[in-house]
């Protein structure tokens, strides 16, 4: 009965013209974003990138400093506003620092 199936000029027909969708959508739908975190924790194994590890300490030191320096400022509104422009000068110091050495 299946073999009578797959002669069927339909069937072909249908083979032909889904087959190609099929294997796009079954490739798009397999493919990964090799910049995604996810894919570079499973490549490589390491469970959190030393980079992000590193920015996020620092701003929980940034953080913990404004607590402690302005009471109550974490229940303010504009507190997230100052930790990301606290965090901003320090990277855009890092970076001028990394521009003015002689690498040489």
């Given at each position: 009965?299946?073999?009578?199936?797959?002669?069927?000029?339909?069937?072909?027909?249908?083979?032909?013209?889904?087959?190609?969708?099929?294997?796009?959508?079954?490739?798009?739908?397999?493919?990964?974003?090799?910049?995604?975190?996810?894919?570079?924790?499973?490549?490589?194994?390491?469970?959190?990138?030393?980079?992000?590890?590193?920015?996020?300490?620092?701003?929980?030191?940034?953080?913990?400093?404004?607590?402690?320096?302005?009471?109550?400022?974490?229940?303010?509104?504009?507190?997230?506003?100052?930790?990301?422009a606290v965090?901003?000068?320090?990277?855009?110091?890092?970076?001028?620092?990394?521009?003015?050495?002689?690498?040489?």
């Amino acid at each position: 009965m299946l073999d009578r199936l797959k002669n069927l000029k339909l069937v072909k027909q249908l083979k032909e013209t889904i087959s190609p969708r099929l294997r796009w959508l079954n490739y798009a739908n397999k493919t990964v974003d090799k910049t995604s975190a996810d894919y570079i924790k499973m490549i490589s194994g390491v469970e959190d990138i030393q980079t992000n590890s590193d920015e996020r300490r620092l701003e929980a030191m940034v953080r913990e400093q404004l607590k402690e320096e302005f009471p109550n400022i974490e229940n303010m509104k504009s507190y997230e506003l100052l930790v990301d422009a606290v965090m901003h000068n320090i990277k855009k110091k890092q970076l001028q620092a990394m521009d003015n050495l002689n690498i040489e």
